[in-house]
């Protein structure tokens, strides 16, 4: 089996910053794309950042130099470097991976469980 375990969301105030991370687990041949996306109340699931293994990056416009993506391929975690929070960046934040499983064929997409961020005064 495979698990995306999220951690670092919590409670900031505007203009501050958050570090997330998402280790994955299990029996992991490859890890190809991973990335972030969040939810806000009421709205849809949304695309914030992803990273291949190579390290290419792709943001939403939205986050676009303020959020910076990252990963550690040998310990198959990516990051998401947070800062200049705004109120609207509130949502709940869900890490993503295409991942190989050892011995097995092709790539299957799994989700974390998300985590809570909170950028209040």
């Known amino acids: 089996q495979v698990q995306l375990v999220e951690s670092g969301g919590g409670l900031v105030q505007p203009g501050g910053s958050l570090r997330l991370s998402c280790a994955a687990s299990?029996?992991?041949?490859?890890?190809?794309?991973m990335g972030w996306y969040r939810q806000a109340p009421g709205k849809q699931r949304e695309l914030v950042a992803t990273?291949?293994?190579?390290?290419?990056?792709n943001y939403a416009d939205s986050v676009k130099g303020r959020f910076t993506i990252s990963r550690d391929n040998a310990k198959n975690t990516v990051y998401l470097q947070m800062n200049s929070l705004k109120p609207e960046d509130t949502a709940v934040y869900y890490c993503?991976?295409?991942?190989?499983?050892?011995?097995?064929?092709?790539?299957?997409?799994?989700w974390g469980q998300g985590t809570q961020v909170t950028v209040s005064s």
């Open positions: 993503n991976a295409d991942i190989q499983r050892t011995g097995m064929w092709g790539s299957n997409n799994y």
């Open positions: 299990g029996s992991i041949f490859s890890i190809y794309v």
């Open positions: 990273i291949t293994s190579g390290g290419r990056t």
